[in-house]
């Protein structure tokens, strides 16, 4: 795995944050520095992609990047057949992703996608699954995309997504932002580091509350919303569409 070195040396000018061949070279490094409990929240939602998985469906996993829960979960469909859509707009990302897929072994058919995940069509899908994708999709087109996935999904399906959070209190934000600061450098950033990167994320990534969150998958028409897994400013959210026999009694 290579180091992460992206914003080790002083810029000048202060990029807006990209997904390009330079990061795709060293993402596992910067996910498991910059990422609290990644690697475990990418492996319980493989397990519930298992638990929640209806033979003949979809999953969908948008924003994809390189594939690392493309991997768990071909390793949690060791003996059964899946098939999966991956959607990223990195050509980086998805060549990177492509290269590994060998590497996974057989059972499922995993289709990637060059595009918007907002532009995807979403359709016989028992599992989706978003990963610190929301984040960094235009504020105005969040809802419209949770409810084309709600709509996409099947009575049963679940919907997992982990993003980056803000809190809506001053003093809790503050706290978080600290610790988040301190969680980067015990894993070997600069300030310099940390401080290029934060100003190359300005106005890329726009993390919403908790309680918005919450509001847009209950909108949408989620029966079931929870935070199943949270490390200060990072969540990870469950939110379950309604079985066939729930929505028909609510509708009584």
């Not at 600061?181 to 908790?210: C, H, M, W």
Request: charged content about 25%; hydrophobic content about 40%; glycine content about 6%.
């Amino acid at each position: 795995m290579e180091r992460d070195r992206v914003f080790a040396r002083k810029q000048h000018q202060i990029k807006p944050f990209a997904f390009n061949r330079k990061v795709a070279k060293v993402f596992d490094d910067m996910l498991v520095r910059s990422v609290p409990l990644y690697r475990e929240s990418i492996y319980r939602q493989a397990r519930l992609a298992s638990r929640f998985y209806l033979t003949g469906t979809r999953m969908y996993d948008l924003g994809c990047s390189h594939g690392n829960l493309g991997q768990l979960i071909c390793e949690q469909f060791q003996h059964q057949a899946f098939t999966m859509v991956g959607v990223d707009t990195s050509w980086p990302m998805l060549e990177k992703y492509r290269q590994r897929l060998p590497q996974f072994g057989p059972g499922g058919a995993i289709h990637l996608v060059c595009g918007s995940m907002e532009d995807v069509k979403i359709a016989n899908a028992s599992v989706v699954v978003v990963n610190l994708t929301l984040q960094f999709l235009d504020v105005s087109q969040r809802d419209g995309l949770i409810c084309r996935i709600f709509s996409g999904l099947l009575p049963g399906g679940v919907l997992l997504l982990m993003e980056k959070t803000v809190h809506p209190d001053a003093f809790g934000n503050a706290l978080e932002q600290d610790v988040y600061r301190q969680f980067k450098r015990e894993n070997g950033y600069s300030d310099l580091e940390i401080s290029q990167k934060r100003d190359a994320l300005e106005k890329v990534l726009v993390p919403d509350t908790l309680k918005t969150h919450f509001r847009r998958l209950e909108q949408a028409g989620f029966s079931f919303v929870d935070v199943w897994l949270k490390w200060f400013n990072f969540s990870s959210i469950i939110a379950v569409k309604a079985p066939c026999d729930k929505a028909s009694a609510a509708k009584k």
